[in-house]
């Protein structure tokens, strides 16, 4: 048990540091709002990060990556909240289609898509998830037809996120009537004519899902991705990898709880600072997202031992979906009114965080569905 | 960055663990309780080495720090364990450290392998006490609620940098125990009228602060111990007890209690054993702060998992008979012990500098 840094965790630690501070410089005070804006930012910070090799931190060294450890990807993590990095808007293609190419895909796939996700060039999204398939991913319905030189799948996906600028897509299809062994996993090309992205609007204003129909796409046979009939398995690899990217990920929590902190201090000594019940919340919020962090690390801990995940990788979403309400609805409070005005930096950023994490809590499960999976899974209570 | 106990210390957790299990089931706990003689757990405390844990082996201890510490208490709440002596000996072994002479190495060794009661004369709640003096060696001054000073052989203060030991026995020295709340647990004032008192040694630490931090990440470890074994008896008692023709677990409401309960105890878990780490090895600004994280908001987690355990209990868990009273005593008095939950938060907030222009003068 060392909760510190070893020495080679430390000098990774203020590598990173040091080359983040220097890009993010490059790029705007706050992450835009507007999806195009973001990926404008994003672009930037990638090719920064392949200048440095940075870039695919998880990826075996022989595609392009630099084979990092589950430490140094969670060190990687928190710097990248510390220095208020910009949305990895390709977090589908170097987390998860990268590396499931990397372990399914042949010589030519694997020349054909890694380097442009690597470069930050094409931008992926996900279509596994349909209307009547979302937690039972395997009774989808879209279908994958051979044509000459390939296939033409149509059908429905929902969910999506980024589709409105990904150049490709990981999708699942139905070439077989079996549940399991009936479904094939492509690699599909956005830009064509049987592929229609609808935004869905969310609370927030912003249309970062989308609904995604299919009528007849083509994706040529290079672009399966295994064999056909085969995609299950593969598709639970992806899995994996989104499970690992969503533990890894960059939760912000630090960076929100170091910026409520400021706007708090910001109103001088008469200010929210000196108001005892203002303060007792600060620095429960501020506990809190402590021990969030700590209970991640023990779940990569896990990770890196290769064990099986425990109890406490289990409630981090459901501690997390609170302590961010909590977080942001103080912020507000701190504001004022002025929190609620949209055209006001702060408070418009504060007013779209306090709504996303309200959504944040109901996605990959609400906390009612997460209380009962963990009751009858972890604690074995009667179904 | 590794977060998980090493084979070491999972394997000194299994051991305490399996000795209580052993030795001092509920049944002997309810016992030990009933005639309040505490002789039986003490020569278990002996006889596993527990007494000397985090202190080195060199200096006749066995070995570890902290860390190894907590995992003690830890069991010991969750076995409901009668008696502050483990926790008040960890506090008397830290203020020891600081001395190298005879006499500190003399009651060092009598602590270490469990022949005499050493109990540090600090307070646990929020009233500091008179300030204590010495002249002319010998000691005078009052602190009030003292843990484990009820089951004292000898009383360590801090004076002036330096450690003095006065024994309990001697008409100078004067201990009023408290009827407390968790029956399990001892306390008192003590207060010291020119009590002939023996010097050790230098002090451990200038200020008793770190002291008091070590109290309250035990007191901290030993209430997680508590909600973990409420954890389970309230799994396996909505497992067992039909209502409406079903087990009561299977209803979503008592379910997602249940759920509420596990991530209580996971994340308090986390609390803890940061801040038993970060005590022994962080700088002292990041222990503080990691032992105001652990005060404030793992016994708070703790209080509410004893809550829970009792609302899904039902009118059994509020009987005398029932065991369950004894783990939410444990829980619920820890929230009062080495600080609030409002005091640490408080000491929290200072750290963050809150106010920036007037922190660095108040502070």
Same mark, same amino acid.
């Given at each position: 048990?060392?909760?510190?840094?070893?020495?080679?965790?430390?000098?990774?630690r203020?590598?990173?540091r040091?080359?983040?501070?220097?890009?993010?410089?490059?790029?705007?005070?706050?992450?835009?709002?507007?999806?195009?804006?973001?990926?404008?930012?994003?672009?930037?910070?990638?090719?920064?990060?392949?200048?440095?090799g940075?870039?695919?931190?998880?990826w075996?060294?022989?595609?392009?990556?630099?084979?990092?450890?589950?430490?140094?990807?969670?060190?990687?993590?928190?710097e990248?909240?510390?220095?208020?990095?910009?949305?990895?808007?390709?977090?589908?293609?170097?987390?998860?289609?990268?590396?499931?190419?990397?372990?399914?895909?042949?010589?030519?796939?694997?020349?054909?898509?890694?380097?442009?996700?690597?470069? @930050?060039?094409?931008?992926?999204c996900?279509?596994?998830?349909?209307?009547?398939?979302?937690?039972?991913?395997?009774?989808?319905?879209?279908?994958?037809?051979?044509?000459?030189?390939?296939?033409?799948?149509?059908g429905?996906? #929902?969910?999506?996120?980024?589709?409105?600028?990904?150049?490709?897509?990981?999708?699942?299809?139905?070439t077989?009537?079996?549940?399991?062994?009936?479904?094939?996993?492509?690699?599909?090309?956005?830009?064509?004519?049987?592929?229609?992205?609808?935004?869905?609007?969310?609370?927030?204003?912003?249309?970062?899902?989308?609904e995604?129909?299919?009528?007849?796409?083509?994706?040529?046979?290079?672009?399966?991705?295994?064999?056909?009939?085969?995609?299950w398995?593969?598709?639970?690899?992806?899995?994996?990898?989104?499970?690992?990217?969503?533990?890894?990920?960059?939760?912000?929590?630090?960076?929100?709880?170091?910026?409520?902190?400021?706007?708090?201090?910001?109103?001088?000594?008469?200010?929210?600072?000196?108001?005892?019940?203002v303060?007792?919340?600060?620095?429960?919020?501020?506990?809190?997202?402590?021990?969030?962090?700590?209970?991640?690390?023990?779940?990569?801990?896990?990770?890196?031992?290769?064990?099986?995940?425990?109890?406490?990788?289990?409630?981090?979403?459901?501690?997390?979906?609170?302590?961010?309400?909590?977080?942001?609805?103080?912020?507000?409070?701190?504001?004022?009114?002025?929190?609620?005005?949209?055209?006001?930096?702060?408070?418009?950023?504060?007013?779209?965080?306090?709504?996303?994490?309200?959504?944040?809590?109901?996605?990959?499960?609400?906390?009612?569905?997460?209380?009962?999976?963990?009751?009858?899974?972890?604690?074995?209570?009667?179904? | 960055?590794?977060?998980?106990?090493?084979?070491?210390q999972?394997?000194?957790?299994?051991a305490?663990?399996?000795?209580?299990?052993?030795d001092?089931?509920?049944?002997?706990?309810?016992?030990?309780?009933?005639?309040?003689?505490?002789?039986?757990?003490?020569?278990?405390?002996?006889?596993?080495?527990w007494? @000397?844990?985090? $202190?080195?082996?060199?200096?006749?201890?066995?070995?570890?720090?902290? $860390?190894e510490?907590?995992?003690?208490?830890?069991?010991?709440?969750?076995?409901?364990?009668?008696?502050?002596?483990?926790?008040?000996g960890?506090?008397?072994?830290?203020?020891?450290?600081?001395?190298?002479?005879?006499?500190?190495?003399?009651?060092?060794?009598?602590?270490?392998d469990?022949?005499?009661? #050493?109990?540090?004369?600090?307070?646990?709640?929020?009233?500091?006490?008179?300030?204590?003096?010495?002249?002319?060696?010998?000691?005078?001054?009052?602190?009030?609620?003292?843990?484990?000073?009820?089951?004292?052989d #000898?009383?360590?203060a801090?004076v002036?940098?330096?450690?003095?030991?006065?024994?309990?026995?001697?008409?100078?020295?004067?201990?009023?125990?408290?009827?407390?709340?968790?029956?399990?647990?001892?306390?008192?004032?003590?207060?010291?009228d $020119?009590?002939?008192?023996?010097?050790?040694?230098?002090?451990?630490?200038?200020?008793?602060?770190?002291?008091?931090?070590?109290?309250?990440?035990?007191?901290?470890?030993?209430a997680?111990?508590?909600?973990?074994?409420?954890?389970?008896?309230?799994?396996?008692?909505?497992?067992?007890?039909?209502?409406?023709?079903?087990?009561?677990?299977?209803?979503?409401?008592?379910?997602?209690?249940?759920?509420?309960?596990?991530?209580?105890?996971?994340?308090?878990?986390s609390?803890v054993?940061?801040?038993?780490?970060?005590?022994?090895?962080?700088?002292?600004?990041?222990?503080?702060?990691?032992?105001?994280?652990a005060?404030?908001?793992?016994?708070?987690?703790?209080?509410?998992?004893?809550?829970?355990?009792?609302?899904?209990?039902?009118?059994?868990?509020?009987?005398?008979?029932?065991?369950?009273?004894l783990?939410?005593?444990?829980?619920?008095?820890?929230?009062?012990?080495?600080?609030?939950?409002?005091?640490?938060?408080?000491?929290?907030?200072?750290?963050?500098?809150?106010?920036?222009?007037?922190?660095?003068?108040?502070?």
């Amino acid at each position: 048990m060392d909760l510190g840094d070893s020495a080679a965790e430390a000098a990774f630690r203020e590598e990173i540091r040091a080359w983040m501070g220097r890009t993010v410089r490059l790029l705007p005070a706050h992450d835009p709002v507007d999806l195009h804006e973001r990926l404008a930012s994003f672009r930037v910070w990638q090719r920064e990060a392949v200048r440095a090799g940075y870039a695919g931190l998880s990826w075996p060294q022989e595609f392009g990556g630099r084979g990092a450890s589950i430490m140094e990807r969670a060190i990687w993590a928190q710097e990248l909240d510390r220095a208020g990095a910009p949305d990895p808007v390709n977090s589908i293609g170097e987390g998860f289609a990268g590396p499931t190419i990397i372990e399914f895909g042949s010589q030519e796939q694997k020349e054909r898509y890694l380097g442009p996700i690597l470069r @930050g060039e094409e931008i992926w999204c996900q279509l596994f998830s349909e209307p009547e398939a979302g937690s039972d991913l395997a009774g989808l319905r879209t279908v994958a037809e051979p044509v000459d030189g390939g296939w033409e799948i149509t059908g429905q996906k #929902v969910w999506t996120s980024r589709a409105q600028i990904a150049d490709h897509a990981i999708l699942l299809a139905r070439t077989g009537s079996d549940r399991h062994r009936g479904i094939t996993y492509f690699l599909l090309p956005m830009h064509q004519p049987g592929v229609t992205v609808a935004p869905l609007r969310q609370i927030t204003g912003e249309d970062e899902f989308n609904e995604v129909f299919l009528d007849r796409a083509f994706v040529p046979d290079a672009a399966r991705l295994g064999p056909v009939d085969g995609g299950w398995p593969i598709a639970l690899a992806t899995l994996q990898y989104e499970r690992a990217t969503i533990a890894l990920g960059r939760i912000n929590v630090q960076r929100w709880v170091d910026e409520l902190i400021d706007l708090v201090r910001a109103g001088g000594p008469e200010g929210p600072g000196a108001d005892p019940v203002v303060r007792q919340r600060v620095a429960d919020i501020a506990a809190r997202a402590a021990v969030h962090r700590l209970t991640a690390l023990r779940a990569l801990t896990r990770m890196a031992d290769g064990a099986p995940p425990g109890p406490e990788s289990s409630v981090g979403k459901l501690f997390m979906s609170p302590l961010l309400v909590d977080l942001c609805d103080l912020a507000l409070e701190v504001l004022g009114v002025s929190g609620r005005y949209l055209d006001d930096e702060d408070g418009g950023r504060w007013q779209r965080r306090a709504l996303w994490v309200r959504g944040m809590a109901l996605a990959g499960g609400t906390p009612q569905i997460q209380r009962t999976i963990l009751a009858e899974r972890v604690l074995g209570l009667p179904r | 960055m590794r977060f998980a106990f090493t084979d070491e210390q999972e394997m000194l957790r299994e051991a305490v663990a399996g000795a209580l299990a052993r030795d001092l089931p509920l049944a002997r706990v309810r016992e030990v309780l009933a005639c309040g003689d505490q002789t039986p757990v003490r020569a278990l405390h002996r006889a596993g080495g527990w007494t @000397g844990i985090g $202190v080195d082996e060199d200096l006749g201890g066995q070995g570890g720090g902290v $860390v190894e510490q907590a995992i003690l208490a830890q069991e010991l709440g969750r076995a409901a364990a009668p008696g502050s002596l483990p926790i008040a000996g960890c506090l008397a072994a830290a203020l020891l450290a600081g001395g190298d002479t005879p006499e500190a190495d003399d009651v060092r060794s009598l602590l270490c392998d469990g022949t005499a009661a #050493v109990v540090v004369a600090i307070a646990a709640g929020r009233d500091a006490g008179t300030g204590l003096e010495v002249r002319d060696g010998r000691l005078s001054g009052e602190v009030p609620a003292v843990l484990g000073a009820p089951e004292a052989d #000898v009383l360590l203060a801090a004076v002036d940098g330096a450690v003095y030991e006065v024994a309990v026995a001697d008409p100078g020295c004067d201990v009023v125990a408290h009827a407390f709340v968790d029956p399990g647990r001892t306390i008192a004032d003590v207060r010291f009228d $020119v009590a002939p008192a023996r010097r050790l040694g230098a002090a451990s630490a200038d200020d008793l602060d770190r002291l008091t931090d070590l109290g309250a990440v035990l007191i901290a470890a030993e209430a997680l111990g508590a909600a973990g074994r409420l954890l389970d008896l309230t799994v396996a008692y909505a497992q067992q007890r039909e209502q409406f023709g079903a087990p009561i677990g299977s209803f979503q409401a008592v379910k997602h209690i249940a759920a509420d309960m596990l991530v209580d105890v996971e994340t308090a878990h986390s609390a803890v054993y940061h801040a038993a780490w970060a005590h022994e090895r962080a700088d002292p600004q990041q222990a503080a702060a990691a032992v105001s994280i652990a005060k404030s908001f793992a016994t708070t987690a703790t209080a509410r998992v004893a809550d829970a355990a009792l609302a899904v209990h039902g009118a059994v868990g509020f009987t005398w008979e029932h065991d369950l009273h004894l783990f939410l005593k444990r829980a619920h008095s820890a929230t009062s012990l080495y600080g609030s939950a409002g005091a640490h938060r408080e000491r929290l907030a200072r750290s963050l500098n809150l106010v920036a222009e007037t922190s660095a003068v108040t502070a």
